[in-house]
């Protein structure tokens, strides 16, 4: 499967990712160890986007279990939800699709989870970061990539497991015809950060317009459109699963990273993996038990 153009125009701010918490995949106490489903007859938009439908489904999940009579006004309390926990909408909506049902609607969901403190905060102190605001440590790991690599263009993408992909949350230099065609990478994609996510390494392309690992051939058209010649992808890693990829694009062929970049990257891939693992588990975690208390007492 190759990535399809995003029906929609690419937010800064868009991304996928699954709680690590053991309860939330139905293995924690009082859980029923399944998934909801949404109701079969739902308002769909006409030809709803992927974080559409996924928006709609979730609600339909909460309609069913909470016996909620509108939609709109469903997805409009996921969506107020998201805003008060800094999180994309699609990042909760995936979450209440994939979580287990409460033991019981008048208690906690998660009453036996555990609350971590945030891990080191200075690293994104010192990029002036709100470490607890998703969007703004994304912003500026980003912007710390940049600095590090001198580049004029790179993307940060998230790891959207509900759909196997990867997600541009963050992105500097590109046009939108770039986001749409990047804007879900799947794991067939011959390109380099979904070769980094299979290999749980950093990848490098010298050259994007002779390098073999673009053999999907309007890949290699839309990075040449793009004006990326050299590319480099170094993933957020946490015991080995990817959570999500940083890269830098060059408009020169022949960049490889230095030492010294490939210290700083990996430095800032560190801290990113280790802010993101914490952060989707906690903060996730907390806007689903207000999901949970606000639907259940309409």
């Known amino acids: 499967m190759h990535p399809a153009a995003a029906r929609g125009r690419v937010r800064d701010r868009r991304t996928a990712i699954a709680t690590t918490d053991p309860t939330v995949h139905g293995r924690g106490h009082g859980s029923t160890g399944g998934l909801s489903t949404a109701p079969a007859r739902l308002p769909f938009p006409q030809r709803p986007s992927v974080e559409t439908a996924t928006l709609w489904q979730a609600a339909g999940v909460l309609m069913e279990r909470y016996r909620l009579a509108n939609g709109a ?4 309390l996921i969506e107020a939800a998201a805003r008060l926990h800094h999180l994309p909408p699609q990042v909760l ?3 209440v699709v994939a979580a287990p ?3 019981d ?3 906690l969901w998660f009453p036996r989870r555990n ?6 905060s200075s690293y994104w ?9 998703r ?4 912003r500026a790991a980003l912007a710390r990539t940049v600095d590090i690599s001198g580049c004029a263009r790179a993307d940060l993408q998230v790891l959207d497991p509900l759909h196997d992909t990867l997600v541009i949350e963050e992105q500097q230099g590109f046009d939108q015809p770039f986001l749409d065609f990047f804007a879900r990478v799947s794991p067939a994609t011959t390109s380099a950060c979904s070769a980094a996510r299979a290999r749980g390494r950093r990848v490098t392309v010298t050259d994007t317009s002779t390098d073999p690992l673009f053999s999907y051939a309007p890949a290699r058209e839309a990075l040449l459109a793009a004006d990326s010649r050299a590319v480099q992808s170094t993933p957020f890693l946490v015991l080995g699963r990817c959570l999500g990829i940083v890269s830098t694009h060059h408009t020169r062929p022949g960049h490889t990273p230095s030492r010294i970049e490939e210290s700083a990257l990996d430095a800032l891939a560190h801290h990113t993996a280790g802010w993101l693992n914490w952060n989707l ?12 208390h606000a639907a259940g007492e309409r």
């Open 73 to 76: 006004d469903t997805v409009a």
């Open 135 to 138: 969007g703004t440590v994304l």
């Open 115 to 120: 609350r971590p403190g945030a891990p080191d």
């Open 281 to 292: 588990r906690d903060t996730l975690l907390n806007a689903l038990e207000y999901l949970h």
């Open 93 to 95: 909506a995936e979450a």
């Open 101 to 103: 049902r409460p033991a």
């Open 125 to 133: 102190e010192e990029a002036g970061a709100d470490t607890a605001d």
């Open 105 to 107: 609607r008048h208690r």
